[in-house]
C-alpha cells in the first residue's frame, strides 16, 4: 500500500470532521426557539403541526418566514419548531408550544360527556393535583384540554371527550 493512500484517506476524514462541525445540523441549531425566548406563542394540545423554520419578530409581536435574507431591521430572528404558514402573501407565522393532554394523566379527566346546555372549550389548564383552573399563568402544571368545561367555583372539569 502507498504511503500517499493512507494520508489521502485520514486528510479525507479529517475535512468530513471539520465540515460537519462548521455546519449547522438544522436551521434550528442558528437562533434561539421562538416560544422559549418570548411570550408570542399559542398554546395548544400535543399534535401540533411542526413548521420547523427559521422566523423574524418585529415589534408588535407579528412572526413572518424568514428566508434566506436578514431580518428587516428592527426585527429578531428565532426559529420556531411547531407553527404554520397563516398568510403566505404576507408570510405571517402562528408558533406554537405544545401542552401534554390532560386526559393522559390517570384520573384527571373525568369520563363520558358533560350535561346538555353547557358549553366546552378547548384551552390551556393548570393544575395542582386534580384540582384544574383555566389560565396559563400557573404555579401548578401547564397541561391542554380538549374538552372542557368552567364549573360554579371556578375550576375546570375536563372530560375524555373528542378531541377538536
Not at 67 to 76: E, H, K, L, N, R
Not at 131 to 157: A, F, K, Q, S
Amino acid at each position: 500500500m502507498s504511503p500517499k493512500l493512507p494520508l489521502a484517506l485520514t486528510t479525507a476524514a479529517l475535512l468530513g470532521v471539520v465540515v460537519s462541525l462548521l455546519t449547522p445540523g438544522s436551521a434550528s441549531a442558528q437562533y434561539r426557539d421562538l416560544c422559549d425566548s418570548t411570550q408570542v406563542c399559542d398554546y395548544t394540545g400535543p399534535n401540533a403541526p411542526v413548521l420547523d423554520a427559521d422566523v423574524c419578530l418585529d415589534q408588535t409581536g407579528q412572526t413572518r418566514l424568514k428566508g434566506s435574507t436578514p431580518c428587516p431591521a428592527g426585527q429578531v430572528p428565532f426559529h420556531v419548531r411547531y407553527g404554520e404558514l397563516l398568510d403566505p402573501v404576507e408570510l405571517l407565522v402562528v408558533a406554537y408550544t405544545p401542552l401534554e393532554n390532560a386526559c393522559s394523566i390517570p384520573g384527571l379527566c373525568d369520563p363520558g360527556d358533560y350535561a346538555p346546555g353547557e358549553t366546552s372549550t378547548a384551552q390551556a389548564i393548570c393544575c395542582f393535583g386534580n384540582v384544574c383552573w383555566p389560565g396559563v399563568d400557573c404555579g401548578g402544571t401547564l397541561m391542554w384540554c380538549d374538552d372542557g368545561v368552567c364549573n360554579e367555583d371556578g375550576t375546570i372539569t375536563c372530560f375524555e371527550g373528542m378531541e377538536f
